[in-house]
């Protein structure tokens, strides 16, 4: 006999198809497998009695703060840690319970049975700009369509042009030069019939630019607004795109400028609340999710977005991530954009882990490879 502790990120689902374990069983155990971490804040110190004890009685927890039994204060932030089978059992008896347990309950069931991706796609970035802040991302015209094809045959799925930076500071440009940075490179992949070898992604938020690349096969408009302009949405419909919505917090020339929340995720996911309402007024069905690294985020914001994109996963959504060479590496391991590929390695790998399915980058090869790994020690 031998004893080997497993690594609790390892495919459950295939371990027990591989011992035998029969249908219903497989399906049970991995249930019992899938571990919930769920911050529930502000709630009532009489519910969190009544649902520590309900999370007790079928094997589950809540952690609350000293106090909490003898209801020293009236509110408290607490901590379920649950798996998938008793977080199930927990909506349904919270259902019945008082002191807004119920609203607790409906919340609770949008994070039962979340759906991780299957596929992880790579987007290869595109500047067709002076003022990125990553040089080698800048291109025009003929030397944009090499680098487009040499990012095909390194694995990318989706290539994203820009013509205007949303780098923090910048600042923007007419319509007209926007156009005209762009339109050479739309032209010649349009000439080159590349939209039918690959997925294009237009990043703007201006009508007129997003009109000429959706009239030229485009199948994606990334939208650092968030679909803030009702024309850019209106469109984006009558087209039938995909889109990109993008969390951030001020514009370009100002966003960086103290930053606050007083819940990046919470603010985020009421933002999101809001855009897929609008995107469905404008029977927008394609819907991709960004929230936003660096974009009006303190390294702090940054790093919660990146390790709880599971969160995210409620909506049912792709998730997109874009931390591509970004300044928050700097703060953890200093270094300017030419040698941030390493931290920007580890950054996306973990907001995989945690979910996301399309990653943003200026590095195709190096992404498509560590992607390749990652799938393959996962099971």
Same mark, same amino acid.
């Given at each position: ?33 899938? /571990?919930? /971490? ?6 009532? +110190? ?5 649902? &520590? ?10 952690? +609350? ?8 204060? *009236? ?5 379920? %840690? ?19 347990? &119920? ?7 949008? =994070? ?26 800048? =291109?025009?015209? @003929? ?8 990012? #095909?045959?390194?694995?990318? !799925? ?9 780098? *923090?500071? @910048? ?15 739309? !032209? ?12 294009? @992604? ?5 009508? @007129? ?6 009239? $030229? ?14 024309? +850019?949405?209106? /469109? ?6 995909? +889109?990109? %919505? ?8 100002? #966003? ?28 927008? =069905?394609?819907?991709?999710? !960004?929230?936003?690294?660096? =974009? ?16 995210? /996963? ?25 040698? $941030? ?21 200026? !590095? ?13 020690? $996962?099971?």
């Amino acid at each position: 006999m031998h004893v080997e502790h497993l690594s609790s990120s390892c495919n459950l689902k295939n371990i027990l198809k591989e011992l035998g374990v029969d249908g219903g069983g497989v399906s049970i155990l991995n249930d019992k497998g899938q /571990l919930h /971490l769920i911050a529930i804040k502000n709630l009532h +110190v009489g519910a969190a009695n009544i649902l &520590k004890q309900d999370a007790l009685s079928i094997g589950a927890d809540l952690a +609350v703060p000293k106090g909490t039994v003898t209801a020293s204060t *009236p509110f408290v932030d607490t901590l379920l %840690i649950a798996n998938e089978r008793q977080l199930k059992e927990l909506v349904h008896k919270e259902k019945a319970q008082p002191f807004g347990l &119920k609203n607790v309950a409906q919340e609770l069931a949008r =994070f039962c049975a979340l759906h991780f991706p299957q596929k992880v796609e790579v987007m290869g970035i595109i500047n067709a700009n002076d003022d990125s802040f990553y040089p080698l991302s800048r =291109f025009q015209a @003929s030397s944009a369509v090499e680098k487009i094809e040499e990012m #095909m045959v390194h694995g990318a !799925d989706i290539i994203d042009i820009g013509g205007v930076s949303s780098r *923090p500071g @910048s600042i923007g440009v007419s319509v007209e030069e926007e156009l005209a940075r762009v339109k050479p490179i739309i !032209d010649l992949l349009y000439h080159e019939k590349t939209h039918e070898k690959i997925r294009l @992604s237009l990043d703007s938020y201006a009508p @007129s630019v997003i009109a000429y690349a959706l009239e $030229r096969g485009f199948h994606i408009i990334n939208d650092i607004t968030g679909l803030a302009n009702d024309e +850019v949405a209106g /469109l984006c419909g009558s087209y039938k795109a995909a +889109v990109v %919505i993008m969390h951030a917090q001020g514009a370009p020339n100002e #966003m960086q400028n103290n930053p606050h929340y007083t819940s990046v995720l919470h603010e985020v996911e009421n933002f999101f609340l809001q855009r897929l309402e609008k995107a469905d007024k404008f029977r927008i =069905f394609d819907v991709i999710l !960004d929230c936003g690294i660096g =974009f009006g985020k303190r390294l702090e914001d940054n790093m919660a977005l990146i390790q709880h994109q599971k969160h995210f /996963l409620a909506f049912g959504k792709p998730l997109l991530v874009g931390a591509s060479r970004k300044s928050m590496i700097d703060t953890i391991s200093p270094a300017n954009s030419e040698n $941030r590929l390493g931290g920007t390695l580890a950054i996306h790998l973990k907001a995989i882990d945690e979910g996301a399915s399309i990653i943003r980058v200026h !590095d195709v090869k190096e992404h498509v490879q560590a992607i390749a790994l990652w799938q393959a020690l $996962r099971g």
